[in-house]
């Protein structure tokens, strides 16, 4: 039931963040330190959490919050808490993965898809179709030099989630070719 709130919870207070999480592309990436000692939005949730370590709801908030921030391994580090309080609550290994990504940590980035796919469960594939498809095709695309088979398995995945994504059908004729 908790966990239910708090997903709905996230929706509203950064589902925008998550969700464009495959079409947005960051400017530049912040410095740990002045992204979130400046923002009392941040050092609010960080008290918030002092109280309660396990409050998840605050976590998400906060970890939403450094991403906002740009604070990119300050939200990795949160979502990993809040990975180990809610071992099979999915989001936050893609928002994990959104946030290595920003950071530019590839291989990080990739693991963490890896455990979004692998986390989701039968019932919710319907609603994340497109954040698994981007899942998918991330993970294609660092593959393809070095495991070109697995590449053209993970794209033909990625395509069968949104057969929309244009960056997706030209990497799969890029591999099939």
Known sequence: MYSKNLFLGLLFAGSASLMNAQTTQQESVKTTATASQVNPAIEGLKKQIETNPKDTEALAKLATAYQDASDWM?????????????????PSYYSQAYAY?????DANAKLAYEKY?????????????????????YIAFAEQKNEPAKAKEHIAKSIEYDPTNQDAIKLSQTLNS
């Open 74 to 90: 300050n939200a990795v580090d949160t979502w990993k808490k809040i990975s180990l309080l809610l071992p099979d609550w999915s």
């Open 101 to 105: 990504q920003s950071a530019k940590d």
């Open 117 to 137: 796919i692998a986390t989701v469960k039968p019932t919710e594939i319907e609603q994340n179709k497109k954040n698994l498809a981007y899942a998918y095709f």
